[in-house]
């Protein structure tokens, strides 16, 4: 599914290559979601020609190092070339909470008695 997505996005990214758009299109084909915040964004104003990547990785698990790998190297292929990034990455997970409820019957008898 990934590698369907990277190959759908490929002239998208090539075609807009050192732009926000293309760096946010890249880290979404990899099946990650992304936060991009460039110097100027920021409050007090950063360090001109740098930028912020906040990612989300949606898996379950320990996330393999090549799949990081993988992630800093299209980063670093479609960024603009002047331009220097800091990385932030956070792991989404989910999952249930199971409560289990345990039943005990209890049988209530009526005891009639009658005077004789």
Same mark, same amino acid.
């Given at each position: 599914?990934? +590698?369907? /997505?990277? !190959?759908?996005?490929? %002239? %998208?990214?090539?075609? #807009?290559? &050192?732009?926000?758009?293309?760096?946010? /299109?890249?880290?979404?084909?990899? @099946?990650?979601?992304?936060?991009?915040?460039?110097?100027?964004?920021? =409050?007090?104003? &950063? =360090?001109? *020609?740098?930028?912020?990547?906040? !990612?989300?990785?949606?898996?379950? @698990? /320990?996330?393999?190092?090549? %799949?990081?790998?993988?992630?800093?190297?299209?980063?670093?292929? =479609? +960024?603009?070339? #002047?331009? *220097?990034? =800091?990385?932030?990455? &956070?792991?989404?997970?989910? @999952?249930? !909470? @199971?409560?289990?409820?345990? /039943?005990?019957?209890? !049988?209530?008898?009526?005891?009639?008695?009658?005077?004789?």
């Amino acid at each position: 599914m990934v +590698k369907r /997505a990277r !190959i759908r996005q490929a %002239y %998208y990214i090539q075609r #807009r290559k &050192g732009s926000v758009a293309s760096v946010r /299109a890249v880290v979404e084909a990899l @099946g990650a979601s992304v936060a991009i915040r460039e110097w100027w964004q920021s =409050t007090p104003k &950063g =360090t001109p *020609h740098t930028f912020d990547v906040v !990612i989300n990785i949606n898996m379950s @698990g /320990a996330v393999p190092a090549d %799949y990081q790998a993988t992630i800093l190297r299209e980063i670093e292929r =479609t +960024k603009p070339l #002047r331009s *220097h990034f =800091t990385l932030t990455q &956070g792991l989404q997970a989910t @999952g249930d !909470i @199971g409560i289990k409820a345990v /039943a005990r019957p209890v !049988i209530s008898a009526r005891i009639s008695a009658e005077a004789a």
